[in-house]
């Protein structure tokens, strides 16, 4: 299958400060990524719709000045959490399609302190 | 929007034995079906999909069935071993690459010895 990497995997940061993950599809061209949002023990919740060279599109109740997406090119997608704070602190993942499959990046671990 | 149910929320079989998750989905245009296995701390796995004008994909262990009338579908594990354990995830979407995928809650697989 494709592969998607994903960076960092873990990060622990002080409250306020803002955090990018960065998203790359390394052996194909993704003109759209997701990222996601996944709780201890749940689901996966899709935050938004990544696409390159324009603006995302975020679901409801995700708010777009806080979780920053850029997709400057067919193989990243950048997000970042702006002014981070503890209920922010969670699993976050993101995936691209090669064709109708999606495959998923390895997960970032934020821990906001 | 797609909502997708999935049951049992936890399953636990003895090795050798045969799992059986099964997913409802709601909105009828949904034609892509997958199925993921997420292992503790790891990214979700594509194992089996499977396609609205397909009733039934075989891969090995696995099969996945579709009835598109009654909006379900269901994973089937056969011979179950130790490393089959993990979380299942089913999902729905239209095909293409920007169709965004729902997933369903998620099932809990232990294969006992």
């Given amino acids: 299958g494709a592969v998607v990497s994903q960076h960092p995997s873990r990060v622990i940061c002080k409250s306020g400060t803002s955090v990018k ?3 790359r599809s390394l052996d194909f061209q993704a003109t759209t990524m997701f990222w996601y949002r996944q709780f201890p023990k749940k689901s996966l919740m899709l935050m938004a719709t990544s696409n390159e060279g324009s603006k995302a599109t975020y679901e409801q109740g995700v ?8 997709h400057a090119s067919l193989t990243l997608s ?12 969670s699993f ?4 691209a399609s090669d064709g109708p499959k999606l495959f998923f990046g390895s997960g970032t671990q934020l821990s906001v302190l | ?24 989905y709601s909105d ?6 997958p199925w993921y296995k997420q292992e503790l701390g790891k990214r979700p796995q594509l194992i089996i999909d499977i396609r609205s004008n397909v009733g039934e994909k075989k891969d090995q262990r696995i099969a996945v069935t579709l009835n ?9 594990i056969t011979e179950t071993q130790p490393e089959d354990s993990a979380v299942y995830f089913c999902a729905a979407s239209g095909i293409g690459t920007a169709s965004k995928l729902t997933f369903g809650t998620g099932t809990r697989l232990q294969v006992t010895l």
């Fill in chain 2, 28 to 33: 009828s245009a949904s034609n892509y079906f």
């Fill in chain 1, 63 to 70: 708010e777009k000045d806080k979780f920053l997406i850029n």
């Fill in chain 2, 68 to 76: 598109k009338t009654a909006k379900h579908f269901s994973l089937h």
């Fill in chain 1, 78 to 89: 950048t997000l970042t959490v702006t002014s981070a704070h503890p209920e922010d602190s």
């Fill in chain 1, 92 to 95: 976050y993942i993101c995936s």
């Fill in chain 1, 21 to 23: 993950i960065e998203c």
């Fill in chain 2, 1 to 24: 929007g797609e909502n997708v149910e999935q049951h049992p929320s936890t399953l636990s079989v003895q090795e050798g034995d045969s799992a059986v998750i099964k997913c409802t």
